[in-house]
């Protein structure tokens, strides 16, 4: 069974607007990450957010974690054309990782 | 510094065939990892290697072997393909475990008729 699951499972913006995605996640967890995939690629890392952590920036990304609702969200200001992809939340319980099932994003130019 | 790579990108494989899927790493990662993702499913967690001569299973280890003799390759072995086996695999590697950053290769495309 799978750790994370996000939603919207799909997701269509014109490009400027805002993107939120959320990732709930089923056990306590050490660090969420967020990664991004465009069609037919790897999945490039975006953003770590530790458990202590409340909130998070890296240029237009902003994450947030709520532990005590064992949730995440995303959020990508002024989208591209270029920020088309699916978007995974990932935790980490051990040695293990565990991916949610994605938001796939459209950004309408 | 060619980061993760993968060979080959795609596969067709007939019932009950066996084959290696090759993955490598230069950044002296640790970490290594494999996934395979299936439509609506995510990516799922084959096994993992948390350095040379030691790996673990992970979330769906069933029809896959795995082994680590050296940091920098980690090859993932079918040895009796079924169809349920279809999928896109990837090969993953961080520094030292995977609440690093996770730095995938290009992925394999399996096809098992």
């Known amino acids: 069974s799978q750790q994370g699951e996000e939603d919207p499972q799909a997701l269509s913006i014109q490009e400027g607007e805002n993107a939120t995605m959320n990732c709930s996640y089923k056990?306590?967890?050490?660090?969420l990450q967020w990664y991004r995939q465009n069609s037919g690629r790897g999945l490039v890392h975006l953003i770590l957010?530790?458990?202590?952590?409340r909130e998070k920036h890296s240029g237009r990304l902003r994450v947030t974690l709520d532990t005590s609702k064992k949730s995440s969200s995303l959020l990508i200001t002024a989208s591209r054309a270029a920020d088309t992809a699916s978007y995974f939340c990932?935790?980490?319980?051990?040695?293990?990782?565990?991916f949610g099932t994605g938001t796939s994003l459209t950004v309408i130019p | 510094n060619a980061g993760v790579t993968q060979t080959p990108k795609f596969q067709v494989l007939k019932t009950g065939q066996s084959m290696t899927l090759q993955c490598a790493q230069d950044?002296?990662?640790?970490?290594m990892s494999w996934y395979r993702q299936d439509p609506g499913m995510g990516l799922r967690l084959i096994h993992y290697s948390v350095g040379a001569g030691i790996t673990d299973q992970g979330e769906v280890p069933n029809g896959y072997n795995v082994s680590r003799s050296t940091t920098e390759d980690f090859p993932l072995r079918l040895l009796s393909a079924a169809p349920s086996q279809t999928s896109v695999y990837f090969c993953?590697?961080?520094?030292?475990?995977?609440?690093?950053?996770?730095?995938f290769g290009p992925g394999t495309r399996l096809t098992v008729l």
């Open positions: 950044m002296n990662h640790e970490y």
């Open positions: 056990t306590s967890i050490n660090n």
């Open positions: 957010i530790r458990s202590n952590e």
């Open positions: 990932a935790t980490d319980a051990g040695n293990q990782f565990y």
């Open positions: 993953a590697s961080s520094q030292t475990g995977p609440w690093n950053e996770q730095f």
